[in-house]
């Protein structure tokens, strides 16, 4: 089978393919998803290295657990899942660190924008910056779960029933989460709207 | 982006998580006909509205990364996969030619194997906790009435060995005198 012909075969032919030993066609699942998985796990960790760390394990785990796709879900939402789970796995472990980067990061914010090009940036750059600054840090002090629905919602875009698939909740629980998330933050960047 | 101060007016408490699902697109025809009408009606809840519009795409945008590292990401990709099937190909060439019902054959003449062996093998093992178990048998042991039985032969062979213990000490006696 050719390239072209790979990348126009549906996702659960795909599987299905791999499931038989074609395990080459994976790549066409790795193209197609890698820049999704890859932002997520972005928003997860806000490092590009660990980003790519994370996403590719989440693919490796794909690639070693195809067999036991069942198809009951869609892949996308089965390789959400992975994606998520090797996420907060990640934030677990490493949770203390991140935050005191993300500190860090609020503290020298201010010398980096006047370091940039030896003048001040543009005053709505600036404040753009120190918003995204507090959103992250108010992201981190949320707890896991309404995070997770928050993410992938407002940056990946799946529907709240795929939500609750990936999340293995309900939709009503998955709409409590996300309208607390999105409470926190609206509070905390009230004055940068 | 301009600096508001910090004076949040909260949505109406009944409408707040509604609204959070009316500016993401979801929630029934029904619930988003309820919003539109209280909207209307709700400064407050409008001005939260407002808000979420405001914020959260920017939250969204994601930054921009060159084509390069979407080329090195899908090529690293590729020789982990490469090297994650290399790893695991020993053992499953091993298991290659099993496919389907072949596995659970392979077990159960397996299994057979064993206890075929387990049954011929038997007579033929030697364990060392049963050695002196196995010096006396077991017909033996059950029937302690026979032990006077073998207490008595005991006795006839010692008197057996007696008399020929004498027998060889009067011989030399008998020709000293003879």
């Given amino acids: 089978m050719n390239e072209t012909a790979q990348q126009e075969l549906r996702d659960e032919e795909v599987v299905a393919l791999c499931q038989q030993g074609q395990s080459e066609v994976f790549e066409v699942l790795v193209r197609k998803y890698m820049e999704k998985a890859f932002r997520i796990a972005f928003d997860f960790t806000h490092d590009t290295e660990e980003a790519k760390d994370l996403s590719q394990e989440a693919f490796l785990r794909a690639f070693s657990r195809i067999k036991q796709f069942d198809g009951r879900s869609s892949f996308y939402t089965w390789f959400y899942r992975l994606v998520v789970n090797i996420c907060l796995d990640h934030t677990r472990r490493k949770g203390r660190v991140i935050w005191e980067r993300l500190e860090k990061e609020t503290e020298g914010s201010t010398e980096r924008v006047e370091l940039a090009d030896g003048s001040s940036l543009p005053d709505e750059e600036a404040i753009a910056g120190e918003a995204k600054r507090k959103a992250d840090l108010t992201l981190e002090a949320m707890p896991n779960k309404q995070r997770t629905a928050f993410l992938l919602r407002n940056h990946q875009g799946l529907s709240i029933p795929d939500i609750a698939k990936v999340m293995k909740t309900t939709e009503g629980t998955v709409r409590v989460y996300l309208h607390r998330a999105v409470a926190a933050l609206r509070q905390s960047l009230v004055e940068f709207v | ?178």
């Fill in chain 2, 1 to 178: 982006m301009t600096e508001r101060g910090d004076t949040l007016r909260t949505a109406c408490k009944d409408f707040e998580e509604d609204l959070v699902l009316y500016y993401y697109g979801d929630g029934s025809a029904a619930e988003r006909s309820r919003v539109e009408g209280h909207l209307q009606g709700c400064s407050s809840c409008q001005e939260f509205l407002d808000d979420l519009r405001k914020l959260l795409p920017k939250m969204a945008k994601p930054s921009e990364l060159p084509p390069t590292f979407w080329d090195n990401y899908y090529n690293e990709m590729v020789q982990k996969l490469a090297v994650y099937e290399e790893r695991h190909a020993w053992w499953k060439s091993w298991f290659a030619p099993m496919r389907g019902w072949m596995l659970p054959a392979f077990g159960t003449a397996a299994v057979a194997a064993l206890a075929i062996g387990l049954v011929i093998g038997r007579g033929h093992w030697h364990y060392p906790f049963s050695q002196t178990q196995e010096r006396i048998p077991q017909e033996i042991l059950a029937d302690t009435n026979q032990l006077e039985f073998f207490e008595s032969m005991d006795l006839l062979e010692n008197l057996s060995s007696l008399e020929t213990q004498d027998g060889s000490k009067a011989q030399p006696g008998n020709s000293q005198h003879g």
